[in-house]
């Protein structure tokens, strides 16, 4: 069975597509096959990937394509549909759609049956559109990056009211939500609060942080991930802890998180 | 009779390694509201905690540490560490010589952390 992730915060800005690229090459490096979807109209993760940005959701969704047809292979394992300004028109077309909206939001789960790919990224646009709700219903785990200022927490909250609305109506499947923070900077104070907060109101969901690392943005420049550009950095490795060797945070253990959550075994750890 | 507390909040679990980040920045709070005074002493109980050992040692070994230093002046850290050099610089340098020192001493440890435990009783038999 393919596992479904859906990378989402209605709030912009916030590592989503770095999250959604980080784990997907994570996931391909440990010989797990994965589709990373690009729901964005800015089409990033193909920019990310050293890719151009071309109007692969547009032909799957709109014109039909066969998935095999329209999905690239970006790295070993790491394959790709891309998106581009055709996505915009993708919303429309599935917003108008004859076949009624009930169908349009159950978009992914048709296209993605039987798709060949053990894990399944969908890179979701910052905004709750029908694309939005598509990826959330074809979902099992949902992963919420957020950075740590008020109005991120707050796109924590609405996306979390959106599942729950979903589930309440026996919509989505989303069984495993994790809330991820972000650009975390250890030494500042209103990064401490923020964060305080965000493990007072949503406790257990919260995952260990990625701390704030400029090496995110420079392997972007490069088009290389961060796996291929600074494995070594702070944003994947993490915080050493005070306490003992164990480091916490960090991408290398959001993936193995992500990887027991999904009930995958990982091979190396570091 | 008094009034029940409140048992407030059920709490739930947080993730270990998030929790441990919680303390880590209580931590940091806790020392940006010291004075220097109290940083400086926080400072010194951390080195001193640095040197701090807790070693369990035959009594009557312990007991003559003690008599020895009280009768010199002395802390009794400072006669174990005196100790210890005049050990390490006795035996030799290398593995091998630790090796062969040890050996007849050694029984199988009932611990599962080691393998070996040291009769100690047995040299000082045969020291006195």
Request: proline share 5%; with cysteine; net charge negative.
């Amino acid at each position: 069975m393919t596992d479904i992730l859906a990378i989402a915060n209605q709030k912009g800005g916030v590592g989503k597509t770095t999250t959604a690229v980080t784990l997907a090459h994570g996931l391909a490096m440990e010989g797990a096959k994965t589709l990373l979807i690009d729901l964005d109209p800015q089409g990033h993760v193909a920019e990310c990937l050293n890719k151009k940005k071309s109007p692969g959701l547009f032909k799957l969704l709109v014109q039909e394509f066969p998935l095999s047809e329209v999905a690239i292979e970006a790295r070993t394992n790491l394959f790709i549909v891309p998106g581009d300004k055709t996505t915009e028109k993708v919303k429309r077309y599935l917003a108008s759609d004859i076949r009624g909206s009930e169908t349009s939001t159950r978009v992914f789960i048709d296209v993605l049956a039987d798709a060949p790919f053990q894990v399944v990224i969908f890179d979701c646009a910052p905004s709750y559109d029908i694309l939005h709700i598509a990826a959330l219903i074809a979902s099992n785990m949902l992963l919420i990056p957020t950075k740590l200022d008020h109005l991120a927490a707050d796109g924590v909250n609405e996306i979390l009211r959106s599942v729950a609305e979903l589930r309440s109506r026996d919509e989505s499947k989303v069984d495993l939500v994790a809330v991820l923070p972000t650009f975390f900077e250890r030494v500042t104070k209103e990064t401490a609060e923020q964060f305080k907060l965000l493990v007072k109101d949503f406790k257990h969901l919260v995952w260990p942080p990625i701390p704030d690392d400029v090496r995110a943005r420079e392997a972007v420049a490069y088009g290389q991930t961060l796996w291929e550009y600074a494995t070594w950095s702070p944003c994947i490795v993490g915080y050493k802890s005070s306490k003992g060797d164990e480091n916490i945070g960090g991408y290398d253990s959001t993936l193995t998180r992500v990887m027991s959550a999904l009930g995958m075994e990982r091979e190396k750890h570091g | 009779m008094a009034k029940q507390p409140s048992r407030g909040e059920r709490r739930r679990p947080i993730d270990p390694s998030t929790a441990d980040l919680l303390d880590d920045i209580e931590l940091r709070d806790k020392r940006r509201t010291m004075t220097k005074r109290e940083r400086a002493e926080k400072d010194r109980a951390k080195e001193r905690l640095k040197r701090r050992v807790n070693w369990d040692l035959p009594v009557d070994l312990k007991e003559k540490v003690k008599t020895v230093a009280k009768k010199e002046g002395i802390p009794e850290s400072s006669l174990a560490a005196w100790l210890i050099v005049k050990g390490f610089t006795s035996l030799g340098a290398t593995p091998d010589e630790w090796h062969e020192a040890l050996d007849a001493y050694k029984e199988t440890s009932g611990s599962p952390r080691f393998e070996w435990i040291l009769d100690v009783d047995k040299l000082m038999d045969e020291e006195s």
